[in-house]
């Protein structure tokens, strides 16, 4: 806490707010997009921020800690309050409602009682079958990281809540499909919400785990901060949350999927 | 043998139409989605994948994406300069489950959360779910 008494201005603090909570929801580490140079000279002097070979970041998780707990306890410095600040703002692959769909997702799975459709309400064709084959949707669920640390075959799950996970950062920005892809398989850094990239239909990707069965769900999820959604937006946005889940303009990348998609099923066969 | 001579012909064509560094892509993709272990069985689906299209504060009405009511109404020939959307006969034929946003726990969970973070509560709070709440009333 005494850490953050150093300090001073509501410019240094501002800086602080956004490098972190750039981190926690998109686990981008560098200063520079948010701070000036003299901002980041202060930062450094004061032990906030060092450097290293990507460039200055906060990565102590001290100071993290510290600075963390002070912005949570000033109202108008928490995450919270940021995120709601920003629901309407976009930028080219940050989008201010996907990322406080990610904290509400967080807290809601928080609860002990989380049945999956008090969250989401199933379309009717599916909603119909949660006394037969899609019984699960009346089940509880819990938010999970899905990893396979280095060195090991072995998946790993770690529950996420607000206030516990395995990592400090929950959201990951992915540059390339290949990282999309890691996050899918491996997730080594235990990121519990994956922003794709713009070539991957997508919005958000997280795991749930089933608390009766212990079985996994991937969450494929289109976000649109709309006041009216049009039949046009409600199809293209479906159509980008359905496998194979890629909406890129090259007609090369998309015949791969529905190849690898014919090819898999004859293999299934 | 049908689905392997297929497979044949397809490789065949996929080496005609698609680079060499795509075919790593798009398979290691679908390989990651099959491999996810424990998973939710969902029947004639290949992957454990929930869709959900998540909007606020515009409701979804994810029934449009089933299909047009009237079979006449689809049938009916429209203007080319118009969409016609409701001639799309079987718009989502998707076997993964579709689901959109609770809005109505969704907001009121979100206020519940702000004016908890407003008093500088941090205790885990159990989430009260405003319809199964009703619910549980109306049952009573």
Request: proline share 5%.
């Amino acid at each position: 806490m005494e850490l953050i008494t150093h300090i001073s201005g509501q410019e240094q603090i501002k800086v602080v707010c956004r490098v972190l909570y750039g981190q926690i929801v998109y686990g981008s580490y560098s200063l520079e997009p948010f701070a000036p140079v003299n901002e980041i000279a202060n930062l450094i002097e004061y032990g906030f921020a060092r450097i290293r070979p990507e460039g200055p970041v906060i990565d102590e998780p001290l100071v993290i800690m510290a600075a963390w707990n002070w912005l949570e306890m000033n109202g108008h410095f928490s995450l919270l309050q940021l995120l709601q600040l920003e629901v309407g703002k976009h930028a080219t692959r940050k989008n201010g409602f996907e990322a406080y769909l990610t904290f509400y997702i967080r807290k809601v799975f928080e609860s002990k009682t989380t049945r999956l459709n008090d969250i989401f309400i199933f379309r009717s064709d599916f909603a119909r079958r949660e006394d037969s084959d899609l019984s699960w949707q009346k089940d509880e669920f819990e938010l999970v990281t899905v990893s396979t640390p280095a060195g090991t075959d072995q998946q790993k799950i770690s529950i996420v809540t607000p206030s516990c996970g395995p990592s400090s950062n929950v959201g990951f920005l992915a540059q390339t499909d290949d990282a999309v892809l890691n996050w899918i398989s491996e997730n080594k850094e235990s990121y519990a919400f994956c922003f794709p990239t713009e070539f991957t239909g997508p919005d958000i990707l997280f795991y749930l785990r089933s608390k009766a069965t212990g079985e996994l769900l991937l969450v494929a999820m289109q976000a649109k901060n709309y006041q009216d959604v049009d039949k046009q937006t409600l199809v293209q946005g479906v159509q980008s949350v359905t496998p194979p889940f890629w909406k890129s303009k090259d007609k090369k990348v998309r015949d791969a999927w529905i190849f690898t998609q014919l090819n898999t099923n004859f293999q299934m066969v | 043998m049908l689905g392997s001579s297929l497979s044949s012909i397809l490789t065949f064509k996929w080496s005609d139409k698609v680079s060499d560094r795509l075919l790593p892509i798009a398979s290691r993709f679908c390989g990651a989605l099959m491999k996810v272990e424990h998973r939710i069985t969902i029947p004639n689906a290949p992957y454990p994948i929930l869709r959900v299209f998540a909007s606020w504060p515009g409701d979804a009405k994810l029934e449009r994406t089933i299909g047009p009511k009237d079979p006449k109404k689809a049938m009916t020939p429209k203007s080319r300069a118009t969409v016609d959307e409701d001639g799309i006969n079987e718009i989502d034929p998707d076997r993964h489950p579709l689901a959109a946003l609770h809005l109505v726990n969704f907001i009121d969970i979100s206020e519940n959360v702000a004016k908890l973070c407003l008093t500088n509560n941090t205790e885990q709070v159990a989430v009260v779910f405003a319809e199964r709440q009703y619910n549980n009333k109306e049952q009573v």
